[in-house]
């Protein structure tokens, strides 16, 4: 019911920026926030930044804070992530989803993009 497609990954040298871009089609009515999520070699599928349509409340892992922006343009239904000061350990598959439900546990996350790479080299 939703298409997600990812954007804007890259290899990139620690230090350096990349702004990965989703961009959501079909029915798109229905979500009401946005997250990004990262899985790295070996390790579990992490939470990174969520931003929801409406007033656009942010949240962030916390070592990303100070360093990752998320944000949305409503009108072309897209989100995005501004990764600034990347460090290697941010080195992973990123990957946008849609929230059609938020508890008090934060969104719940129903649609998924594949995802694009993020190599950052030291």
């Known amino acids: 019911q939703v298409q997600l497609v990812e954007s804007g990954g890259g290899l990139v040298q620690a230090g350096g920026s990349l702004r990965l871009s989703c961009a959501a089609s079909?029915?798109?009515?229905?979500?009401?926030?946005m997250g990004w999520f990262r899985q790295a070699p070996g390790k579990e599928r992490e939470f990174v930044a969520s931003?929801?349509?409406?007033?656009?409340?942010?949240l962030y892992k916390d070592s990303v804070k100070g360093r990752f922006t998320i944000s949305r343009d409503n009108a072309k239904n897209t989100v995005y992530l501004q990764m600034n000061s990347l460090k290697p350990e941010d080195t992973a598959v990123y990957a946008c989803?849609?929230?059609?439900?938020?508890?008090?546990?934060?969104?719940?996350?129903?649609?998924w993009g594949q995802g694009t790479q993020v190599t950052v080299s030291s």
């Open positions: 989803a849609s929230s059609l439900r938020v508890t008090t546990q934060g969104p719940e996350y129903d649609y």
């Open positions: 079909g029915r798109t009515f229905r979500s009401v926030a």
């Open positions: 931003i929801t349509w409406i007033g656009g409340s942010t």
